[in-house]
């Protein structure tokens, strides 16, 4: 499977600009896995913003 990165990168709403993952999704979601968290576009923009990307916190922004 070919990463599509310009794409992803297009429609990313990760606000860390400097992420050496930031376009290539499969990357990322293994990164926050391994670290215990949520990957930050499975949020809206203003829990984004927070950059807490803790499971809590993604589960009580979704109330």
Do not use: L, Q, W
């Not at 992420?19 to 990322?28: K, Y």
């Not at 949520?38 to 203003?46: H, K, L, R, T, V």
């Not at 950059?51 to 922004?61: A, C, N, P």
């Amino acid at each position: 499977m070919e990463c599509r990165k310009d794409v992803n990168k297009a429609a990313c709403r990760c606000t860390s600009v400097s992420c050496g993952n930031r376009g290539m999704c499969c990357e990322c979601v293994k990164y926050h896995r391994d670290n215990g968290e949520i990957p930050g576009c499975f949020f809206d923009a203003e829990g984004e913003k927070t950059k807490d990307r803790s499971v809590d916190f993604f589960i009580k922004s979704r109330k």
